[in-house]
C-alpha cells in the first residue's frame, strides 16, 4: 500500500515562498505519476500541479503557474512543490497525490492520497 506525507506547510505572508515535499513509500514511487492539488474551507479540491513518472512532464494549473514549481527525486522518493509570490488565495490544505496509470489533472485519476498539510497567506 502507497503512503503520502507531506510536509513544509505553514503561515506565511503574501509575496512570500514555501517549499512543500511529499515523501512517498509502499511501492516503486518512479513508477508513478504524482499530483499536488488544494483545498480550501468551502470550496471542492482543485488541481494544482502534477509530475509524470520520469519527471520528464509537468503540468502547472493556470492559477499559480509562473508561481509554483513541481519536481521530484526519484532516488528520494519524494515530490516537492516550490511556491513563490503566494497570495492569500493561495490558502488551503495542500495533499499530494499518486496514480500508477494516468497523468491528470482530475482528482478522481489519482488513487492514493497524503493527508494533507496546512498553507496559510496572510495579507
Known amino acids: 500500500q502507497v503512503q503520502l506525507v507531506e510536509s513544509g506547510g505553514g503561515l506565511v505572508q503574501a509575496g512570500g515562498s514555501l517549499r512543500l515535499s511529499c515523501s512517498f513509500s509502499?511501492?516503486?514511487?518512479?513508477?508513478?505519476?504524482m499530483g499536488w492539488f488544494r483545498q480550501a474551507p468551502g470550496k471542492e479540491r482543485e488541481f494544482v500541479a502534477a509530475?509524470?513518472?520520469?519527471?520528464?512532464?509537468?503540468w502547472i494549473a493556470d492559477s499559480v503557474k509562473g508561481r509554483f514549481t513541481i519536481s521530484r527525486v526519484n532516488a528520494k522518493n519524494t515530490v516537492n512543490l516550490e511556491m513563490n509570490s503566494l497570495k492569500p488565495e493561495d490558502t488551503a490544505v495542500y495533499c499530494c497525490?499518486?496514480?500508477?496509470?494516468?497523468?491528470?489533472?482530475?482528482?478522481?485519476?489519482?488513487?492514493?492520497w497524503g493527508q494533507g498539510t496546512q498553507v496559510t497567506v496572510s495579507s
Open positions: 509502499g511501492r516503486l514511487f518512479s513508477s508513478y505519476n
Open positions: 509530475i509524470s513518472w520520469s519527471g520528464g512532464t509537468t
Open positions: 497525490a499518486a496514480s500508477r496509470t494516468t497523468f491528470s489533472s482530475a482528482v478522481s485519476a489519482y488513487e492514493f
